[in-house]
């Protein structure tokens, strides 16, 4: 059975895969099938065909294409182009919201031009973290390092492999690109949340993890809190880990006099941690402290009462950090300007008890 092609040749409409010496449709079948060249077949199934060939025959070669069930090699396409159409990202941890929204925006962008994302670990984002391949540079196109420490990244310095930081130090020139959030008007809007409900003693339970973002947090609280005359703070640090978090709030506020009003927490993690020393110690939650967490996980309203928190668009930075490395990849210069972040106002906050005048 025959029928017309798009150029007005003549086609077999028959679209059972041929026999070949794999049993597998090959380019030639696809294109005998659709009535065009392998070359045509190349250029619509490797997304190239814009400007060279009709829309209407780049539709007929898709629908052809997998209507034989045929998937290309990618393996001989990529060794043939000279590159691999993967990227790697590496992220602090695998179990912690942000960095899963993280590889979801980096991998819907990479999805739309046919890359793969491999996601790697690197404990607590100070690494080091080891070349998970044997040769990087054979199996990758590039690295996307999020909310990692510079030092931690020794193993991809040296090759020419590009390079881009998410939430990172943008001072760092061996990156060939930055995507950050404004983490610093995050903390901001925080601390002036807290001092527009009255609280002037501020407890801020940092992590422990000594990278960029953190420091970027401490900084701008202290800066924000310094020229206000009666507001004191105190810090505490924390590894990213709920007992542990409550632990170090519970010796805090059974040590301090007078006792702090607020706690401004690193994340969300160590937000809920905070809240269970507040409830162990018989204070309650927002009348006696407020806390205020950042990330804005799924933990956030999880708690009761609802976690104040700044919401990061983590998925929106997984994306923009993907399209920079295809931009650097194809020579265009990547976006630039930080993300915003927002401050979202719930029931864990509350005006300070008893005010100072």
């Known amino acids: 059975m025959a029928q017309n092609t798009p150029d ?30 392998q070359a045509t077949v190349s250029l619509v199934l490797g997304d190239k065909w814009r400007g060279r060939v009709s829309e209407r025959t780049a539709d007929t070669v898709r629908d052809t294409a997998r209507a034989l069930g ?37 991998a819907a962008i990479a999805a739309e031009h046919g890359f793969g994302v491999v996601i790697y670990p690197s404990p607590d984002g100070t690494g080091p973290a080891r070349d998970p391949f044997a040769s990087a540079r054979t199996a990758l196109d590039g690295v996307i390092a999020s909310s990692m420490a510079t ?18 130090d943008p001072t ?23 001092l527009d409900l009255g609280h002037r ?9 000594s990278s960029w973002t953190f420091d970027v947090r401490a900084q701008t609280l202290a800066d924000t809190l310094n020229p206000v005359p009666d507001a004191t703070l105190h810090t505490i640090r924390a590894p990213f880990d709920i ?19 607020a706690i401004v927490c690193d994340g969300d993690i160590l937000a809920a941690g905070a809240c269970k020393a507040v409830r162990r110690l018989g204070l309650g939650i927002p009348e006696d402290i407020s806390v205020t967490g950042f990330d804005d996980l799924t933990l956030a309203t999880a708690v009761e009462p609802e ?51």
Request: hydrophobic share 40%.
């Open 307 to 357: 976690l104040t928190t700044v919401r990061l668009p983590a998925e929106h930075v997984g994306r923009r950090g993907m399209s920079a490395l295809l931009a650097i990849l194809d020579g265009r210069p990547p976006a630039e300007g930080d993300l915003p972040v927002e401050l979202i106002v719930r029931g864990s906050t509350a005006p300070a008890p008893n005010p100072e005048p």
């Open 151 to 168: 030092e931690a990244l020794t193993a991809f310095r040296g090759t020419d492999l590009p390079l881009v930081m998410l939430d990172s």
């Open 172 to 194: 760092d020139r061996t990156a060939a690109a930055h995507v950050n959030l404004d983490i610093g008007d995050g903390i901001r809007q925080t601390a002036h949340h807290l």
């Open 243 to 261: 007992d542990t978090a409550r632990a170090a709030t519970e010796h805090a506020l059974t040590t301090q006099h007078p006792r702090p009003t």
């Open 8 to 37: 007005g040749r003549t086609r077999d409409t028959d679209h059972r895969a041929p026999t070949t010496g794999t049993g597998r449709p090959t380019s030639r079948d696809v294109a005998r099938a659709a009535g065009v060249s």
């Open 201 to 209: 003693r501020i407890l801020h339970l940092a992590s422990a993890i």
């Open 70 to 106: 045929y998937r290309p090699n990618l393996a001989a396409r990529n060794l043939r182009l000279g590159h691999t159409r993967t990227a790697l990202l590496v992220v602090p941890a695998l179990t912690n919201e942000f960095f899963a929204r993280v590889h979801t925006g980096a």
